[in-house]
């Protein structure tokens, strides 16, 4: 049993070192954030950590070592990903300035939760970098002779504690003292937003 408390908190280590780093998860939950305010933010939140759901399963099946050797489908992965980095990157750069805040809920430019929720599933599942990270969590921290049950308890863990993450940094930059902060500036940050990912994108394909 303190084999696996002591395999688990290590797991839980990494993860957090690698979830609290600024990556395209983190861009894209602040970005909508800010834009759309909290709620959309936590339903980025969500799509994100469901996202971590589909790592860790194909990590438990064995789907990820497969990718991984399997150089087409990996360079696929990879282009697919840039692909959709460089997408959100171009519609960023193109934002105009946001109507008045009071406003916004009444405008076309609210976001549905539906929407929300897929780009952040998207922007996190078809991240290689997330594919292996958790193939190599699994693969050197998790032992062959841990019961798959527990191994899926870390998994479960794994996606509630991300989903934990991306709630505090949508709530931090979703509430109304924040947008109201970067207002007049926001369609600025959102170009820049679109610089990142235009930038993320070049450099999937580039590596």
């Not at 300035?97 to 922007?123: C, H, Q, W, Y």
């Amino acid at each position: 049993m303190n084999d696996y408390w002591t395999e688990f908190i290590t797991l839980a280590g990494l993860h957090l070192l690698a979830v609290i780093s600024p990556g395209p998860d983190f861009v894209i939950t602040v970005n909508q954030s800010m834009k759309y305010g909290i709620k959309v933010g936590l339903y980025t939140a969500a799509g994100i950590a469901t996202g971590i759901f589909l790592h860790v399963t194909y990590s438990l099946l064995g789907i990820g070592l497969f990718i991984q050797q399997t150089e087409w489908l990996f360079t696929g992965l990879r282009y697919a990903a840039a692909a959709y980095l460089g997408y959100l990157g171009v519609k960023s750069m193109m934002a105009k300035p946001m109507k008045k805040l009071e406003d916004l809920k009444e405008s076309n430019e609210v976001i549905s939760f539906k929407k929300a929720f897929r780009k952040g599933f998207f922007t996190n599942a078809l991240n290689p970098k997330a594919t292996l990270f958790f193939l190599t969590l699994y693969i050197t921290v998790v032992s062959n002779s841990t019961p798959i049950l527990l191994q899926g308890v870390y998994g479960l863990y794994l996606a509630i504690s991300t989903f934990i993450w991306f709630c505090i940094v949508s709530i931090l930059f979703g509430n109304a003292k924040t947008r109201s902060l970067f207002f007049n500036v926001s369609h600025r940050l959102e170009q820049v937003t679109g610089l990142i990912f235009i930038a993320l994108a070049i450099k999937l394909v580039l590596n």
